[in-house]
């Protein structure tokens, strides 16, 4: 996503969906670090990944202070440990931008 955003708040709900269980398991070995990294950004008001009945599907709650925040989240997962390693991996989201 590279559209500019407006607005106060910004929330990010949706799936991170694995094909594989090569996937799953580095979400599960990369997860840790992410989340803690994540919730220590400036207006990072909240940030889970929690995993559901399917052992391939996590939940995703993102919400951020203002839209500079998220748009600094991104950049930074972008060339993250993270965002290299699950590249490949399908989000499923919804952005509402309050």
Do not use: Y
Request: negative net charge.
């Amino acid at each position: 996503m590279k559209k500019k955003l407006l607005g106060s708040v910004v929330c990010l709900s949706g799936h991170l969906v694995c094909h594989t269980r090569d996937q799953a398991d580095t979400v599960r070995d990369h997860l840790p670090l992410h989340l803690a990294l994540t919730r220590a950004e400036p207006g990072c008001c909240s940030f889970n990944v929690t995993t559901t009945s399917n052992p391939l599907m996590w939940q995703v709650e993102e919400s951020f202070e203002h839209a500079a925040a998220f748009e600094a989240h991104r950049e930074r997962v972008a060339s993250s440990e993270w965002g290299q390693a699950t590249l490949g991996i399908e989000r499923r989201d919804t952005l509402i931008v309050l």
